[in-house]
Structures are given as C-alpha cells and as structure tokens.
Nanobody, 121 residues
C-alpha cells in the first residue's frame, strides 16, 4: 500500500521560509517521479515542482528561484525548500508520486493528504 505523508507546513510572514517533507512508503522510491502540487481556495490544483527519475526538475514559473525540490532516496523522502515566501504561495500543498508507467506523462496517481502553508503578515 502506497502512503505519502507530508509535514512541515505552517504559518509564516512574507519573506520567510519553510521546508516541506514527504515520507513515502510502499513504493520503490527511486523508480517513481515525485512532485509537489498546491491548491488555493477557489483555484485549481497546480504543479509546483517535480523531479523525474533522471533527477531532472521542473518548476512552475511563479516559484523559480525561490523553491527547491530535492529528494533523499535512502530515506524515501521528498523535500520542498520554500524561500522568499509570498502571500500568493498560501495553499494546501500536496506530495504526489507517479508510477513508472505514468511518469512520462506526469500522470500522478498517488497523493498525500496535504499540508497547509499560510503566508501572511
């Protein structure tokens, strides 16, 4: 059974930083594409960043230069370092995994429960 468990969310002032973690179990971690998504109230879910099995990364334009996705294969853990946070980064953040067959099309088929990030003064 695949389980993804996010942690590290919270409330922070604009300009602050947070580090999200996603512990994965039930998968051969290194064979899966992993990603972070977010959904703000009234908005559609969007991909924030993802990392392919090759190690290549993708970032949505709004977070480039501020967020960094990384992973520790030995710990089966995905991270999202978020710096220079802005109020518009406020959202529920989700960790997701795409099984090998779905990875090329970014068809994420496993999801965590989410962790709330609130950026406010």
């Amino acid at each position: 059974q695949v389980q993804l468990a996010e942690s590290g969310g919270g409330s922070v002032q604009p300009g602050g930083s947070l580090r999200l973690s996603c512990a994965a179990s039930g998968i051969t971690y290194s064979r899966y594409c992993m990603g972070w998504f977010r959904q703000a109230p009234g908005k559609e879910r969007e991909v924030v960043a993802d990392i392919r099995t090759s190690g290549s990364t993708y970032y949505v334009a709004s977070v480039k230069g501020r967020f960094t996705i990384s992973q520790d294969n030995a710990k089966n853990t995905l991270y999202l370092q978020m710096n220079s946070l802005k109020p518009e980064d406020t959202a529920m953040y989700y960790c997701a995994a795409a099984s090998p067959a779905r990875c090329p099309g970014r068809e994420y088929n496993y999801w965590g429960q989410g962790t709330q990030v609130t950026v406010s003064s």
